[in-house]
Antibody
């Protein structure tokens, strides 16, 4: 059973960098049948997919246009985890941030999910 | 960007009743639509992927139908634990997008 556990600060100052980590248990970050995603949720924007990293003979990533200039999602194979960095944050980046897996066998739908981290930009 | 519109915004029903939730896409998404359930303070949980496939461990009372632009999630007989918010999500086009949600509340 794959489980995801998130860590990172809950408060970030405007213009600084938001950094979160998602630790994977029960599978490998380098598995070639899954993509590792970051998604956020806020009252104003609802659920918003931010981006993903995945390994298919080489590492690749995809990002939402809305954050593409500010976001990096990176795998860490030594710790079996992946991370989110969002630069130059503003109060509009205040949200609950989730990591989630997307397996090919379930149509790349998001499952499982991490518990979420409430991040306030202030 | 594909916009997913869910209706109704709120559905007030009693346990044992049938719930029918709608998700309409602004463009064709073929069958590439998923449904999630979210309870307060929790992450969403995958119910249905690719329009009609139940995820592992999801009870048979949950079913999904549709293709193209019109999709339906049906809960055949509501259990107390089914009162929650439900979201649809498409993977046909970038960016991946979610609907605004339907809240199923106890009448």
């Amino acid at each position: 059973q794959v489980q995801l556990q998130q860590s990172g600060p809950g408060l970030v100052k405007p213009s600084q960098t938001l950094s979160l980590t998602c630790v994977i248990s029960g599978d490998s970050v380098s598995s070639n049948t899954v993509a590792w995603n970051w998604i956020r949720q806020s009252p104003s924007r609802g659920l918003e997919w931010l981006g993903r990293t995945f390994y298919r003979s080489k590492w690749s990533d995809d990002y939402a246009e809305s954050v593409k200039s500010r976001i990096t999602i990176k795998p860490d194979t030594t710790k079996n985890q992946f991370s989110l960095q969002l630069n130059s944050v503003t109060p509009e980046d205040t949200a609950v941030y989730f990591c989630a897996g997307g397996y090919d066998s379930s149509g790349s739908a998001f499952d499982p999910w991490g518990p979420g981290t409430m991040v306030t930009v202030s | 960007e594909i916009v997913l519109t869910q209706s109704p915004a709120t559905l007030s029903l009693s346990p044992g009743e049938r719930a029918t939730l709608s998700c309409r896409a602004s463009q064709n998404v073929d069958i590439y639509l998923a449904w999630y359930q979210q309870k307060p303070g929790q992450a969403p949980r995958l119910l249905i992927y690719d329009a009609s496939n139940r995820a592992t461990g999801i009870p048979a009372r949950f079913s999904g139908t549709g293709s193209g632009t019109d999709f339906t999630l049906t809960i055949s007989s509501l259990e107390p634990e089914d009162f929650a918010v439900y979201y649809c999500q498409q993977r046909r086009n970038w960016p991946l997008t979610f609907g605004g949600g339907t809240k199923v509340e106890i009448k």
